[in-house]
């Protein structure tokens, strides 16, 4: 088997210092000049070598890999916002390591814990809860993060949405189309996101004098994996238990649901109990995943700035880590917009 070629054999071949081979291999601040830079690298080109970033880690002190941890990776929602984050990092020359909490918090914190051995320039964490000390213990050792999607109590930049007023379009919305009877489907509020929707929901109510009805208010009672995606089994049993709890002429006309994967998992429960999706009830999800242009019918929806959130969070973290932005507390708040299709329609008479 042929032995991997060093950066002593580009030096035997080049002729130059070894010092000078690495500056003009490396990323570092010392001069070397263009001519020489050349004909290094067209050497190590010929010889087939490939630099090793631990040592040059250890020279610049900066590793270029960062952290990437999700709530949960079977999710489409987070599978975008990781593309998304892929494609930003490797335009800046960063590798991303992704960790998969699956929606625990000892996991979660096993995770971080996990990246910080790593020596990471830093990380870019979905949290699971508000509540998140495992964050602050990060920071301590000097590893930069930025936090997206979820907010959590940590002071550190931020890429946020405006999950109240989505679902305050998201409700509005159906009231404009002739909905009062209105309910609302989500899993357990251990996201500030979810809490955050419910008022908006409440809020479009009111600001449309329609009375606030706890008996539409649909909440799953654990959050856990069930099979490939625990959202679309939520709103399957969501609407089981709609079903059940209304006969055919009280139940709700409309619901909003807290994502995508929710609204699909609701509507494919409604269509083969015999109902009809818009015709007796309209679905409005909530990300704008690529699933929801495909679902029969296609599903309306707030867009979350998924491309967005993960270019913009891949910039601060990488400004941070370099030293180059304002401070490492920034926040930036994405606002939503309303993407409509075929799973809502008038309110039929």
Request: one cysteine or more; a neutral charge; glycine letters at 6%.
């Amino acid at each position: 088997m042929k032995s991997r070629v060093t950066l002593k054999d580009v030096v035997e071949m080049s002729g130059f210092s070894i010092a000078t081979v690495s500056r003009a291999l490396g990323d570092t601040d010392y001069p070397v000049s263009r001519e020489t830079r050349e004909k290094v690298q067209q050497v190590a080109k010929e010889l087939g070598y490939i630099p090793n970033l631990l040592s040059r880690s250890l020279i610049t002190k900066n590793t270029r890999d960062i952290g990437l941890v999700l709530p949960n990776i079977s999710n489409i929602y987070y599978l975008q916002l990781v593309n998304g984050i892929i494609t930003a990092a490797r335009q800046l020359d960063y590798t991303v390591t992704i960790m998969n909490s699956q929606r625990s918090i000892n996991t979660e914190r096993y995770n971080l814990t996990r990246l910080l051995q790593k020596r990471i320039d830093g990380a870019l964490v979905i949290p699971i809860s508000y509540q998140n000390n495992t964050l602050s213990e990060l920071m301590k050792y000097g590893v930069k993060v930025v936090v997206l999607d979820q907010d959590c109590n940590i002071e550190c930049s931020k890429v946020l949405f405006d999950f109240t007023q989505g679902m305050y379009m998201s409700t509005e919305h159906l009231i404009e189309l002739g909905h009062t009877e209105i309910a609302f489907f989500s899993a357990p509020f251990r996201q500030k996101s979810r809490s955050q929707q419910l008022i908006g929901y409440k809020q479009a109510l009111r600001s449309y004098n329609i009375p606030f009805q706890e008996s539409y208010i649909f909440v799953a009672e654990e959050e856990n994996d069930l099979g490939e995606s625990y959202e679309y089994e939520n709103g399957i049993n969501l609407a089981k238990e709609m079903l059940l709890r209304f006969d055919d002429k009280k139940r709700p006309s409309a619901i909003v649901c807290i994502n995508d994967m929710t609204a699909i998992g609701a509507i494919h429960q409604f269509q083969n109990s015999g109902v009809r999706i818009p015709e007796d009830i309209s679905v409005v999800g909530f990300d704008n995943t690529i699933i929801s242009k495909t679902s029969n019918p296609a599903i309306t929806t707030i867009d979350q700035c998924i491309y967005q959130m993960g270019s913009l969070a891949i910039q601060l973290l990488t400004n941070n880590i370099a030293g180059s932005g304002d401070n490492d507390a920034t926040s930036v708040l994405l606002q939503p917009s309303l993407v409509i299709r075929g799973s809502t329609s008038p309110l039929s008479k």
